[in-house]
């Protein structure tokens, strides 16, 4: 057992090691120290109950996130969780400037389970209560603080004991729901040479929380624009454009590209009562009343994309949550670098 005036000592040299990260020490020598500092701090365990040094031995993996990097200035959390029925935490790092290279980390030797989260929103010290993977579970990410510069991203994998490496990929936990190309054509009705005007689009029914790990039940756990747009919810978000669009002053037969690409997190509803799917809503005015085309968009699913292709060719409903039946075909369009999941062509 580790003397008091052994432990002081230990204590001193940490700090006089942490010091030297910023003389240009090796990151994996600033990693062994940062977990091990990190596995006294998060598993409440006294100095005096730890190995002694000599017999702290390291597992060292380097890990490379290939495809959706995330911008420059990104935060990269690094878990280490045993490998067993417990799966407790064995260390945590940061990298506070994360741009996609590649990333060292460190543990004890064992095989471990390793989670990577980006821009999660918060610093290292709010990490104090993850003490097993299990808990990665209760970690509750809002849409509201989510940007498109540093979303949300997350990956793991297992590190076999002696395994130098392995390729990881940070997907958003967001989906995509974009509108690829729109129109109105009301010839031969009623209304023919009419626009929309006033026109715009936005998502109802939004799932507003997701846990960080991804669990299987991806219904909504708290709606955001529930049945209709609500600007005082709107104003809630750091980017209200995640969720918001205007789309033209004039929406009649020529064709608008508008590149809009809302971002919402899950949901599996199914429009069962108090599980409502996430719907895509056009909003526009024909001779001054206001009307809306509802779109049903079912099954979302993390890092997907949804893509629509529409055309209005009669009034909209009343009721921006009552869903109009649609003309569906399929049309050609690639997404990149989301993995492609639905292409719509949508005929009112």
Request: hydrophobic share 35%; proline share 4%.
């Amino acid at each position: 057992m580790l003397s008091n005036k052994n432990t002081e000592q230990n204590r001193n040299r940490f700090s006089c090691l942490l010091s030297f990260q910023y003389r240009h020490i090796p990151w994996h020598t600033f990693a062994l120290i940062l977990g091990f500092f990190s596995y006294l701090f998060l598993s409440g365990c006294c100095p005096d109950a730890l190995p002694e040094a000599d017999s702290f031995h390291s597992t060292h993996a380097s890990f490379i996130s290939a495809h959706n990097n995330p911008s420059s200035g990104s935060a990269l959390d690094i878990f280490a969780f045993e490998y067993d029925r417990l799966r407790r935490l064995n260390s945590y790092q940061r990298i506070d400037d994360f741009a996609g290279e590649t990333a060292y980390a460190e543990s004890t030797a064992g095989s471990k389970i390793f989670f990577f989260c980006t821009s999660a929103g918060r610093c290292k010290y709010e990490w104090a209560d993850m003490n097993s993977y299990s808990s990665l579970s209760g970690v509750r990410i809002d849409l509201e603080n989510e940007t498109r510069e540093c979303m949300t991203r997350t990956g793991e994998c297992m590190i076999t004991d002696g395994e130098e490496g392995k390729e990881v990929v940070l997907k958003p936990l967001v989906a995509q729901i974009g509108i690829a190309r729109i129109s109105c054509d009301f010839s031969g009705t009623p209304y023919a040479g009419e626009d929309i005007t006033s026109a715009r689009a936005y998502l109802t029914n939004i799932n507003g929380t997701c846990s960080l790990l991804g669990s299987a039940s991806w219904g909504p756990e708290r709606l955001i624009n529930q049945g209709m747009l609500r600007e005082n919810e709107l104003k809630t978000f750091r980017e209200p454009d995640l969720v918001f669009a205007e789309l033209a002053e004039n929406l009649g037969t020529t064709t608008l590209c508008p590149d809009i690409s809302f971002l919402c997190f899950p949901n599996t509803g199914n429009d069962d009562l108090g599980s409502p799917c996430t719907r895509l809503v056009i909003e526009g005015k024909i001779d001054g009343n206001t009307y809306y085309w509802p779109i049903n968009v079912k099954g979302i699913e993390r890092n997907c994309r949804y893509v629509f292709d529409i055309v209005i060719r009669r009034k909209g409903t009343s009721d921006p949550d009552t869903p109009i039946d649609l003309e569906e075909c399929t049309i050609q369009y690639e997404i990149k670098p989301w993995k492609e999941k639905k292409e719509y062509g949508v005929r009112f």
